[in-house]
């Protein structure tokens, strides 16, 4: 069974760059079809989509989010890491790693890590 955990800091400074890794077991990050996602939810709120790096190492970003974002993969340790930089309050999320798997029907999310929850403060 696929499983997705996050790990990282649960608060962070404003102007700091906030860095969020997801390991995956059960499965292989290069594996076809399958897209590594970060979503977020501010406390009441909805879910954002942030980005994704593929299982060919293409990336897409929200446009709202791109200028300070980045997403990056480690094939060796099976993980994947979210870097969000001069971070502010609005930051402030619960944030997950997702699995997108494309399938002739389009696709869509199967798999979810428990989720972070990271506060910028001073």
């Known amino acids: 069974q696929v499983q997705l955990q996050e790990s990282g800091p649960g608060l962070v400074k404003p102007s700091q760059t906030l860095v969020l890794t997801c390991t995956v077991s059960g499965g292989s990050i290069t594996t076809n079809y399958y897209y590594w996602n970060w979503i977020r939810q501010p406390p009441g709120k909805g879910l954002e989509w942030i980005g994704y790096i593929g299982y060919n190492g293409v990336t897409d970003y929200s446009p709202s989010l791109k200028r300070r974002t980045s997403i990056s993969k480690d094939t060796s340790k099976n993980q994947f890491t979210l870097q969000l930089s001069s971070v502010t309050p609005e930051d402030t999320a619960v944030y997950y790693c997702?699995?997108?798997?494309?399938?002739?029907?389009?696709?869509?999310?199967?798999?979810w890590g428990q989720g972070i929850h990271v506060t910028v403060s001073s």
């Open positions: 997702v699995r997108w798997v494309e399938t002739n029907l389009g696709g869509g999310y199967d798999y």
